[in-house]
C-alpha cells in the first residue's frame, strides 16, 4: 500500500506493507484523513518515540471503510463505514483500535467531512465537559478558537448550554468568523486588553472554565481572566511550552489548573472518553449540530502543499486529504 512515510528528506509517499489487524482491531481501508496541528510535529520529525522518526507513516484520525476485523471485535462488520483515531493513518490502509472506531452516524455524510469529527469531538468533550466541568449556565472561554478543534469546542459549550462563549484567534477575519460557531465575544490575546473584555463581560467575575490551546504568553492572562475556583483547561501550546506564571494569582483565585494530553493515556482510557463523546454528542452530530467547515481537500499525493498550507496557518476549519 502507498503511505505518507516520514524520510530523512521530508515526507514522500512509500510504497509500505499493509497492517493486519490484532485481535481488537479493525482494518480501514482509508477514503480520507484529516490533518491535525501535531500532525506537522511528526511529518516534520520532530517527534519521538512511538511516533516520531524516519519511517514512521503520519496521520491520527482517517475515515473509510472496515475491511477487516479482529477475532475478539464485535459490532463492526466488513463494508461498515467508519471514523477513527489512531495512528499511522495517511495510507490506503490503516488500523485502529476498535474502541476508537464509529460508525458515520449519516450515510449522507461525505468521508471527508466524517474525517473531522474524531479528533475534534474527543478532544473537546473530554476538555469542556469532563475536565472543563461545563454545565448550563456557566461561562466558558476557548483560547485558539480558529482551529478546528477550538470551533468545535464552541459549539460543543453551545450544546451544554453556556450562557456565554468567548473565543481567542490573532487574526482579524477568522476572529470575525467566530460568532459563526457559538462565540458571543471574540478577543485577540495578543492585545493585552481581552482580559477586561471579558471580565467586562462577566461583570467582573472572569470565566468559569479556559480551554487553552495556547499557553505560553497568555498564562497570566488566563489566570487574571478566570472566575475565582474557575478552571484552566491546558490541551495545547501553540504560543509556547513554557512561560512566566503568576503562582500567587492561581493560588488567590484558587484556579484549578489541569492539564490533558492522548500521548500518555492507556488504551483503556481513551476507549472510555471516546465511548463518552459518543454517548453524549452522537445525536447532535447526526443531526449537524456540530460539524466543522471545511478549508480545502488535497489529494494524498499532494500531501507536502496540505502541510505547508496549514504550517502556514492559512486555513480556517479543516483540511483533509482524500484517498483513493
Request: negative net charge.
Amino acid at each position: 500500500m502507498k503511505a505518507v512515510t516520514v524520510t530523512d528528506d521530508g515526507v514522500k509517499i512509500l510504497d509500505t506493507p499493509t497492517p493486519k489487524p490484532g485481535a481488537t482491531q479493525v482494518l480501514v481501508r482509508v477514503r480520507a484523513c484529516g490533518l491535525n496541528r501535531a500532525d506537522l510535529m511528526v511529518a516534520s520529525g520532530m517527534a519521538h518515540g512511538a511516533i516520531g522518526g524516519a519511517g514512521t507513516i503520519v496521520g491520527m484520525e482517517v475515515s473509510g471503510e472496515i475491511a477487516e476485523v479482529g477475532s475478539e471485535v464485535s459490532g463492526f462488520a466488513v463494508g461498515d463505514r467508519v471514523m477513527c483515531s489512531t495512528a499511522s493513518a495517511w495510507a490506503e490502509y490503516a488500523v485502529a483500535d476498535h474502541g476508537r472506531t464509529v460508525k458515520i452516524p449519516d450515510s449522507n455524510m461525505s468521508y471527508e467531512k466524517a474525517a473531522t469529527l474524531p479528533v475534534a469531538l474527543q478532544t473537546m468533550h473530554d476538555a469542556v465537559v469532563t475536565h472543563g466541568a461545563l454545565t448550563p449556565g456557566k461561562t466558558i472561554m476557548i483560547q485558539g478558537a480558529s482551529s478546528g478543534v477550538g470551533i468545535m469546542g464552541m459549539q460543543i459549550a453551545k450544546l451544554k448550554g453556556a450562557s456565554l462563549v468567548v473565543g481567542s484567534s490573532t487574526n482579524t477575519e477568522r476572529r470575525a468568523r467566530l460568532s459563526e460557531f457559538g462565540a458571543d465575544l471574540a478577543v485577540d490575546p495578543s492585545d493585552p486588553a481581552w482580559v477586561d473584555q471579558v471580565l467586562e463581560a462577566t461583570d467582573g467575575r472572569g470565566v468559569d472554565t479556559i480551554v487553552d490551546q495556547v499557553s505560553g504568553y497568555v498564562a497570566n492572562q488566563n489566570l487574571a481572566a478566570t472566575a475565582i475556583l474557575g478552571r484552566i483547561v491546558n490541551v495545547g501550546r501553540l504560543g509556547g511550552f513554557s512561560g512566566d506564571f503568576n503562582f500567587d494569582l492561581h493560588a488567590a483565585r484558587r484556579i484549578s489548573y489541569i492539564g490533558v494530553t492522548f500521548r500518555t493515556r492507556s488504551i483503556e482510557e481513551i476507549r472510555e472518553i471516546v465511548r463518552l463523546t459518543w454517548e453524549d454528542l452522537g445525536d447532535a452530530v447526526e443531526r449537524g449540530e456540530l460539524s466543522l467547515p471545511m478549508d480545502r481537500t488535497f489529494a494524498m499525493e499532494d500531501v507536502a502543499e496540505a502541510l505547508a498550507r496549514m504550517k502556514a496557518n492559512q486555513h480556517f476549519g479543516k483540511i483533509t486529504l482524500s484517498v483513493g
